[in-house]
């Protein structure tokens, strides 16, 4: 397989950055099993660089969350599997940032849960990354211990292209991915999405250092990544909503409000995709998740909220999701990092 | 410690089982400190034994989920904290059964979320529990491979009396507790309660083998047990939802609906609680919660949801929850089961 | 029929009023179609007198919303219909009260609806109230012109004892009526409310001068109150949640979280009822209550949503709700009003 | 003034349908002031002409809701009014449909809120519009009395291009309008949408002969219209949310989920403007909102749900909103209908 690796680059300039899903022609088009090694910018566009930068103050709205692609992959079609495998995120700089944010996060009234508050203060915080030693450092601003968390880099907004024209700003998650804020979209998980208009048209960016479930301020630690994917294509079965897949768990995603909306599609995908995989009745499937199934908030705070649908692998005896992709996809990942 | 170790019993017989939280006398009472080696009955009141019995036909609405209790707790004031302890949970029978239910669970219509649809079908699952082994065996009722899962003993209703004199069935969480519905009830964990009424008044019941997060379907693998918990009193800080500690996890929950709102009691309880115990700004510790913690789903299908907020120890550094309690009832369930 | 009117009084001392619907032994026992004149205390219990009195500080949690009742009617047993019919709601005193509260009310965080903002200012309002012109006088508290609005009285709080032995809190509504706090509960309008245990233990509280539609600040124009209703037995045929009628409506309530499931049950009612009432299958019916349905928000504060259903009799041709009570007591109510 | 009035027609051909808010070209740009006479196809694109045209046969997703426009007007620039006054909405037809369809609606299993069960029935009713009468007549499919209704037309659909460059299917209601389904969108109204891209780009469609509040079946009465709009600018003031005045009430809209947010939004917006209007500080505005308001429905049923908030003008003395466009325009259609 090595001889074969395609690898590409994709590192777009400022004025390259994408701020939503659809619309817009491709930045680059790739086979299916093109290695791209690709740049994104964190969720500030890079603005925030130390706690006396309020982002209300150096970001522009609407220009948050830029996103690097669109990545059409050749012969995809509507009603197809994009399949794309996280080789690899690292954080490119030895600093990341948080903060609150006027009206925004789930603990705040904001745009849509109006209230009469004046919003919450605007903070920021700097991050120390330690890339060695796989760590960032949490600095409290007023006060009290500090706490060096482990490193587990995630990219909070992935997917492609909506259904029927739609264009959604790159802070929105739904049935496209997008800014799904979850920390299970990190290096090793090959994510599914259904294809929903020629060539998918990838898109990625939002990185984080590492993010709690439910993003409950409304960031995570965000960061600059120099990030590797395995983009692939598999013809038909395109799910309705995000999928993903490691060594141990499926998972499906929901990306909806209210937040129990959100459970019930990650879970309805999840059964109805159990029962397809085992051959299970929909009941006897939805009895097994009752039992074994785990459900993770992705985030409470984006203008949908975002559940996550997680199952053991191990409880799916003799199933194989999307062709065994994610297997290829390990091997094309591990083929690259031999390489590298 | 062991000399003084106080142990008592309670084995309700079916006319001593209660059907809510709130009002009536104390079935028991006990000094704080005190080893209750107790047994419950299933959430079917134990009259589900094979996949024939259908919920609808042979349990008589309102006498589900029967609890153990009230356990009076001597000394404890409203403002108070009970602290439970979970020495053991064991399934009594070597069986267990799970079931769907007229308009009950996640992917149902229902009495609250009301449409014209008719009832999913009701069908049972018996499994079979092998206490040895340490598992209970899903059989699918229509086909398809069979799955040994492990056991993961937990308890689905605990809770003491509510405060303002309200009475509520023993299927409804909230501020009291009650039937949360959460796996992270099971031996290894005390859960702190605030006290509303003289002595507390502490029930438990709803035994299961082992749930995933949400319950989707609406029940667990149901099962009687035979329990040991220490129950204990730390006088004041009683807190206003039910908080649970781990070895390794201070955690939050919230009961309510929507599940937003369940995600939000619980989270911002769990920055709260973080703030007081590390001397951290409410701001800060909503910045390393966000960063941190976990949130995974309770249930999401009882009268409230319920949502968990979790985060590890080693990250508030120093702290020490309701005056250590729980490193104290770790060390009497050591006692205890060491004379055992 | 007016030699045959029964009329009775019921003014509760303060030590004699309740807080919660179920439980308790009744304050008075009337046989069916009884008119029971009496009087309620607002949601203060009288405390708030002034613009100075902050409810936070001169009441006493949880004494809040006290109730008259509950009143038993004689051969009443569950299954059965209450039919309340509302005669006459007159305020008791020249002035009336309204106020902002810590953590209550829909457009402020709440002990539900948890975030981080400190609460909004506790502020009071002071109506002059003036009967003979029907008028209740708005003075803003920081300038700004003075509105007057005419009189529309109305109890914010009405319900029987809930199933199952469960006491709920005089503040929340649900199944068994409650603060449902719906303008709909004026003078002229019957409510049907299902028995649940025998008696049916009927508690009316909370009048209002008037009040918008979901109550935004958590509090209505609050008055004590000259009431009059006529209280009768309709056998079998318990709505599963509460019903009114007025000469020209039909209208279903719903009081759960979030406020579209108590849409759901609202109109999931009027929807069934309708076909009930007319013989139509129930997708007709739903397609007539699409076209023709009103659907105003009760509350949107208080510990359930309350949303009503709402249907012009005109439409449904032929129709007599609960065997024409209503027409009935609007009989007796203008005996009672001609004798008075 | 009528020597000036500026009247246009705009009839658009099928391949000149809109399905979408946002992107594309205008198909009419128009000066303020301009009176437009336009045609509408109803929401199924004018496809199901009886009750065997099943929509989820006859009609092709996602070519639903067509919508007529966009108009640009001149000198309309991001944060001004475009103020839209309804003249005339008049039935193109002497019949309308409405259905059910699968997975849409109040009470029933959706794409969202996923459930297990199969989809209600789909069914279509046919309505014959008598013109002259101003009826509407409702046959129910299967057996029972038929149900004279009266005409009330309006427009479901109807707002401008959204901000940020996001494109929105046109069954989505939003910030930028889009399909609220409200009732008060009747001839008589003047709405006022904030404008976010040059010219405002106004779209209009989804007639309705009536509708119920919530439109809870997922349609309403539905017909192609005759509709005569006149469209003018304020400069500056562009509200955050739709607003509606007529001559007796202004309104305020939200369009979220869950749908207490909705309700937020929409009293928030309604507080917000009756504290700017009169000068009252914004808890006197909460106050008086919370005694005067009303709060219907709009829809319950489609990607966001639309609550309305609303207030009698006479409670807001000395109130002119929007620079009192409204009663000019209300003389410009006066002045067009003494004409035509």
Chains 1, 2, 3, 4 share one sequence.
Request: with cysteine.
């Amino acid at each position: 397989m090595t001889q074969s690796l395609e690898v590409v680059s994709l590192e777009p300039t400022p004025d390259q950055w994408r701020w939503s899903f659809g619309g817009g022609e491709p930045l680059l088009t790739v086979a299916p099993g093109t290695v791209v090694e690709l740049t994104t910018e964190d969720c500030y566009a890079g603005k925030v660089r130390g706690v006396d930068d309020l982002p209300s103050v150096v970001c522009q709205f609407p220009y948050l969350n830029p996103v690097t692609g669109p990545i059409a992959v050749e012969g995809a079609e509507p009603g197809d599997t994009l399949a794309v495998h996280l080789v690899d995120i690292a954080p490119a700089r030895d600093w990341a940032v948080s903060s609150t944010f006027p009206h925004f996060g789930a603990l705040t009234t904001t745009h849509s849960t109006a209230m009469l508050h004046e919003p919450l203060e605007e903070l920021v915080w700097l991050y120390e990354i330690d890339r060695e030693r796989g760590t960032c450092l949490f600095r409290p601003r007023r006060g009290g211990p500090e706490v060096e968390l482990p490193l587990d880099p995630m990219h909070g907004t992935i997917g492609v292209a909506p259904a029927s024209g739609e264009v959604f700003a790159s802070i929105t998650p739904g049935a496209h991915g997008g800014n799904m804020d979850t920390p299970e979209m990190r290096a090793g998980t090959t994510a599914y999405f259904g294809v929903n208009v020629p060539g998918g048209q990838l898109s990625i960016g939002d990185g984080h250092c590492r993010q709690g479930e439910g993003e409950v301020c409304g960031t995570a630690v965000e960061s600059a990544m120099r990030t590797v994917v395995v983009v692939d294509l598999v013809k038909g079965g395109g799910p309705a909503w995000p999928r993903l897949e490691t060594d141990e768990f499926l998972m499906s995603t929901g990306s909806v409000r209210p937040l129990e909306d959100a459970y019930r599609v990650s879970q309805h995908d999840l059964v109805t995709w159990a029962a397809e995989l085992t051959g299970w009745d929909r009941l006897d499937a939805l009895q097994l998740v009752s039992q074994a199934g785990l459900a993770p908030a992705g985030n409470v705070v984006d203008t949908n909220y975002t559940m996550v649908a997680k199952l053991a692998k191990r409880y799916l005896p003799g199933a194989t999701a999307a062709d065994g992709v994610h297997e290829r996809l390990r091997a094309t990942a591990a083929a690259y990092l031999a390489q590298r």
